[in-house]
Structure formats: C-alpha cells, structure tokens
Nanobody, 115 residues
C-alpha cells in the first residue's frame, strides 16, 4: 500500500507562483511514475506533469515553460513549481504514483488563481 500526502496550494494572483509538494510512503519499489494531475469544476482530471523514477519528465502542453516537476527518489517526494499562473490553472491538484499498473492518489489540494 502507498500513501501520498500533499502540501502547498492556495490562492494566488495571476502571474504569481506556487509550489506543491507530495511525500509518498509505503511499499514503493522498482520503476514508477510520480506526477501531478488536476481537475477543474465540470472538467475531467488531466495530467499536468509526470516524472519517472529513471528521470524522464513530461508536461501538458498548457503548462510547458511555466511549470517544473522535480522528484527525489531517495525521499520519495515530488514537487511542482508553478510560475506565471493563470486563472485557467485553477483546479484541485492531485499527486499520483503509478506503480505495477496501479495508481495511488493524494487527497488533493486546491489552487485558485484570481485577482
């Protein structure tokens, strides 16, 4: 079993920055993917950024150049630095870990971008 605990999020003005962090604990082994998804009201959950345990990273087109994902394989943590935030980035952000064809989710943290 894997547990994910998120921190960060909150209210920020357009153009501002936020940093989300997630710590994973439990049975974590082998190749895995840690990343961030988001879900805005009335929309489906979507991938924001992911990072494999071997170092490959990918981003949604909408956040490329603005968001940066980083992870620490020793501490089993993943962070998302979000810069130049836009109102369209408003959503609940979820940390995820994908391992052995199973996806584990954090509880979600609200990010609101508004003036």
């Amino acid at each position: 079993q894997v547990q994910l605990v998120e921190s960060g999020g909150g209210l920020v003005q357009p153009g501002g920055s936020l940093r989300l962090s997630c710590a994973a604990s439990g049975s974590i082994f082998g190749f895995n993917v840690m990343g961030w998804y988001r879900q805005a009201p009335g929309k489906q959950r979507e991938l924001v950024a992911g990072s494999t345990s071997s170092g490959t990273k990918n981003y949604a087109d909408s956040v490329k150049g603005r968001f940066t994902i980083s992870r620490d394989n020793v501490k089993n943590t993943v962070s998302l630095q979000m810069n130049s935030l836009e109102p369209e980035d408003t959503a609940v952000y979820y940390c995820a870990l994908i391992q052995s064809s199973r996806t584990y989710w954090g509880q979600g943290t609200q990010v609101t971008v508004s003036s």
